[in-house]
C-alpha cells in the first residue's frame, strides 16, 4: 500500500487479552485471536483491533475492542507497546488485557465466541497475520515478569480462591511449577489476602478460601 508521506497517520488499537481455563492435566494460559475477512492475510488468525475512532480515547479504544472480541469488561487493562510502520503511515499502539477465567468461562457457555473469534493456548498459535506473533510473545514475556512481582494473577482469578488455585494460576503464568509449601508460606502471612469463613470441600481435605485485601495497592509487590 502506497500512503503520501503529507497525510496524516492513522492510529490502530490492538489487544492482546489473556486468560485462563482448566485443563484436564494443568491450566492453560488462553488468548482470542480474530479470522481476518479480508486482504491482506486473508482467512489468518490475528489480534482483536481496529481504527481510533476521531473522539476516542486510546484505553476506551482498546476496551471497545475487548468487548466486541469476548463480550466482557477486562479485570486489568494496561498500554503494552506503540509500533509504527512508517511506509503505510500507521501506528499501532497495543494494549494487554487480563480477564477472570470464570466471567469467560460464563460468556462462552450463555453465547459462545462473537463470530470469527477463537481462543487458543499461547503455547499452540496458529500461523498469524502481521507481526502478531512476536507482539503476542512480548506481552506473554511481560505477564510472566510482572507476575514475579506484582499480584496481576488475581486479574485471572474470580473474587474468591483457594491457595491451591492462586498458585495454579501462577504456575499457568510463568510457565513452571512452583513448590506447595514454600508458596502457602510465602502467601499465608501477607497482607494482601484475607482468609473467609467458607472452605471449598473436594477429595482431599477442605481448603480454606481466601479474597485479596482490597485495602492493599493493586501494584504493590507480591509474594513472588
Known amino acids: 500500500m502506497t500512503v ?10 490492538q489487544a492482546a487479552i489473556f486468560s485462563v481455563r482448566a485443563g484436564t492435566d494443568r491450566d492453560e494460559l488462553m488468548i482470542p485471536l480474530v479470522r ?3 486482504e491482506p492475510f486473508l482467512d489468518q488468525w490475528a489480534l482483536p ?3 481510533l475512532g476521531d473522539a476516542e480515547g486510546l484505553e476506551t479504544a482498546a476496551g471497545r475492542t ?16 506503540t509500533f509504527d510502520n512508517a511506509s503505510a503511515r500507521v501506528v499501532s499502539v497495543v494494549y494487554w488485557a487480563l480477564l477472570r477465567s470464570d466471567l469467560v468461562e460464563a460468556q462462552r457457555a450463555a453465547a459462545g465466541s462473537p463470530e470469527n473469534v ?29 507476575a514475579g512481582y506484582s ?19 501462577y504456575e499457568t503464568v510463568l510457565g513452571k511449577r512452583l513448590d506447595p509449601s514454600n508458596f502457602r508460606r510465602l502467601l499465608e502471612g501477607s497482607e494482601a489476602l484475607v482468609p473467609t469463613e467458607d472452605f471449598r470441600t473436594g477429595p482431599h481435605r477442605p481448603a480454606r478460601i481466601f479474597r ?13
Do not use: C
Request: glycine share 4%; net charge negative.
Open 4 to 13: 503520501a508521506t503529507n497525510d496524516p497517520p492513522r492510529i490502530a488499537v
Open 36 to 38: 481476518r475477512t479480508r
Open 49 to 51: 483491533g481496529g481504527w
Open 66 to 81: 475487548l468487548a466486541a472480541t469476548t463480550g466482557l469488561a477486562p479485570s486489568w487493562l494496561e498500554q503494552l507497546y
Open 118 to 146: 477463537e481462543w487458543f493456548p499461547v503455547e499452540a498459535l496458529p500461523d498469524l497475520a502481521f507481526d502478531h506473533r512476536s507482539i503476542i510473545e512480548y506481552a506473554v514475556w511481560r505477564l510472566r515478569n510482572k
Open 151 to 169: 499480584r496481576i494473577a488475581a486479574a485471572l482469578l474470580p473474587d474468591e480462591f483457594t491457595l491451591a488455585e492462586l498458585r495454579s494460576v
Open 212 to 224: 485479596y485485601n482490597a485495602e492493599v495497592d493493586f501494584a504493590d509487590p507480591g509474594p513472588l
